[in-house]
């Protein structure tokens, strides 16, 4: 039976790469033109580099949505084709509220993008979410209100579920992965996605708490709206630097203390990201890639050819 079992997996797999080499024909016969990439990093306050990475090179993909945070880097790991982002830029130039998050979205997916693990610094909002825990979110709260979180618009009219944000099948292999590299890694937790820049007030922070948020981040919220709309599966692994500023230590914490964390953080970063990558089936079985199949509520023939040349990458299938 599980030799049955690991033959029928086995199939499985070999269809999924044939499936991909395909789709890879195929879009070159359309003449993307990029360089391919399979998997998509997006590394926060950190991790600005991906350790580990082979056969590297550098491309600017140009968007219809304006710039991407930086270029990518491309190459493999783990024998697995990846784009690494640096979210900030490299130098850390941008502010959350700068981020072009959907061109950075958008890239991903001109490169081929299908799954996207994010890392990102957040302040805890639990004791038991200690300085050096992973919190493996599938929650979120919206408290921003500066950014653009959606490629509709201008023409266009979608509405994508969001009730499940994150893609199960990422963060369970991000969640593994921490496991088998030593790393704390909890499964599930609410993030709540604040604009900033300054870190939240006693008053906000006692609120999220109220709430039963879990962890505070300025990021992550339009990345996995964006990578929902754009078909791409989305997790994301929130590393606590600090008590937000609710906890009575709060202020007695040293600079040395933070850049210690940091530095930790950022090594058990490139580590997780390593084993999840090398451990995500080659086959997506999750729904994320059809998210937006009954999004567009607008008649096509009412879509002006602006807006659907804007969007054809994304959802030209869905337009005729
Ligand atoms: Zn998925």
Redesign the pocket.
Same mark, same amino acid.
């Given at each position: 039976m599980q030799g049955g079992q690991a033959n029928a997996a086995g199939i499985l797999s070999c269809l999924g790469q044939v499936r991909r080499a395909l789709q890879i024909r195929l879009r070159r016969r359309r003449g993307f033109g990029l360089p391919e990439a399979e998997i998509g990093i997006i590394g926060g306050s950190g991790l600005y580099s991906m350790p580990g990475l082979t056969e590297v090179r550098e491309e600017r993909v140009p968007t219809p949505f304006g710039d991407a945070s930086d270029s990518f880097i491309l190459g493999s790991l783990e024998g697995r084709t990846v784009a690494f982002l640096a979210r900030h830029g490299r130098g850390h130039r941008l502010l959350p509220s700068e981020l072009n998050f959907r061109a950075n979205i958008y890239a991903m997916k001109a490169l081929g993008v299908e =799954?996207i693990l994010s890392v990102s610094a957040v302040g805890s909002l639990k004791e038991e979410h200690k300085p050096t825990d992973f919190v493996i979110a599938d929650q979120f709260i919206d408290r921003t209100f500066l950014r653009t979180s959606t490629f509709f618009g201008d023409g266009i009219v979608g509405h994508v579920a969001f009730g499940d944000p994150v $893609?199960?099948?990422?963060a369970e292999a991000a969640a593994a992965a921490c496991e088998q590299v030593g790393v704390v890694g909890k499964r599930g937790g609410t993030y709540i996605c604040m604009e900033g820049p300054q870190f939240s007030t006693k008053a906000e922070s006692n609120l999220y708490r109220s709430w039963g948020a879990d962890v505070v981040g300025m990021t992550n919220l339009q990345e996995a709206k964006l990578a929902r709309e754009a078909e791409i $599966?989305y997790a994301t692994v929130a590393m606590v630097t600090d008590y937000d500023c609710w906890h009575p230590h709060h202020d007695s914490v040293t600079v040395e203390q933070i850049v210690a964390v940091l530095h930790q953080n950022a090594e058990n970063a490139a580590k997780v990201v390593r084993a999840t990558v090398a451990a995500l089936p080659a086959e =997506?079985t999750?729904? $994320?890639?059809t998210a937006a199949k009954y999004a567009i509520l607008t008649q096509p023939a009412a879509i002006p050819e602006a807006a659907k040349e804007r969007v054809r990458l994304l959802f030209g299938k869905y337009l005729g």
């Open positions: =799954r $893609c199960a099948t990422v $599966c =997506r999750c729904g $994320c890639a």
